[in-house]
């Protein structure tokens, strides 16, 4: 009944998806005052004509507001993978004295056993090894032994440092680089362990307190303490197992079946 008229009287009525401002919104309503459609002018308008007597009300829309009212807000928490990183970097932080005092303990319980392995293989050998003799130290006369344990000290400390980076929670991101350098770290010292050992036994050496063999047995029992990977565990006990097959002398045999023992890994 109106549209017609006002669409006359404004040309450039468009329909929009809004009003731009100081504009007027125009609605197209049926006959039962149902709203079909909604226009826009850039400029206000007013009513085309005064209101009719027969022209039905508009509608009411329908309420479409929620049945609650939000009073707090809406909080947004952090992911889960960053809540359990942060759980774990302050679980480090207070666990990380324990675990300083626990590899001090090691170390200072793996001294003991290289003390006990000097007077063991003393007593088996008949050489006299007393309480608070001075420990055999480190160097050897027989050059190729030498240079086998300087490889077998300079793998146990790499695999040292691989360790204590672990402990580190600044190398939170290398967990698993490290975990896997680790291991191939024990393999390299399995392995050197088994050719130190399988020297000695094949050079028929004196392991008596003080001897070359000695030191070397040191060594060896020392390196074998730092290993804990299942697959390193295997080849060092396969390497030190035919090296006392092959051993010519009882007290070799006897050191390395005492190792195993002590590492849990022989009868």
């Not at 932080?93 to 090691?106: G, V």
């Not at 003393?122 to 190729?144: E, F, L, N």
């Not at 390497?239 to 849990?264: C, H, V």
Request: proline share 7%; with cysteine.
């Amino acid at each position: 009944m109106l549209f017609g008229t006002f669409l006359g009287e404004h040309r450039g009525l468009e329909c929009r998806a809004g009003v731009p401002a100081g504009g007027t919104l125009v609605l197209a309503h049926d006959t039962q005052g149902v709203v079909l459609f909604d226009f826009s002018l850039p400029y206000w308008a007013p009513a085309p004509i005064e209101e009719r007597e027969d022209e039905p009300p508009l509608a009411r829309p329908p309420d479409i507001r929620p049945p609650f009212i939000v009073d707090r807000g809406i909080t947004l928490l952090p992911s889960r993978d960053r809540v359990i990183n942060e759980k774990l970097d302050q679980f480090k932080i207070r666990l990380q004295p324990d675990l300083n005092r626990a590899i001090d303990f090691q170390g200072r319980y793996l001294d003991g056993i290289k003390d006990s392995m000097s007077i063991f293989g003393g007593a088996i050998s008949g050489g006299v090894t007393r309480p608070g003799s001075p420990i055999p130290g480190t160097k050897v006369q027989d050059p190729v032994l030498d240079g086998h344990l300087k490889d077998t000290r300079a793998k146990t400390e790499a695999l040292d440092f691989i360790k204590n980076q672990l402990l580190d929670p600044a190398n939170a991101d290398r967990q698993q680089v490290l975990e896997d350098q680790l291991k191939t770290a024990e393999t390299d010292v399995a392995e050197s362990i088994a050719v130190t050992t399988k020297y000695v036994s094949e050079s028929t050496m004196d392991v008596s307190a003080g001897t070359d063999g000695s030191v070397a047995m040191n060594t060896v029992s020392d390196a074998l303490n730092r290993l804990n990977n299942r697959a390193a565990l295997d080849t060092v006990k396969s390497g030190l197992q035919d090296a006392s097959t092959a051993a010519a002398k009882p007290e070799l045999r006897n050191i390395i079946g005492g190792m195993l023992r002590l590492k849990g890994i022989g009868r």
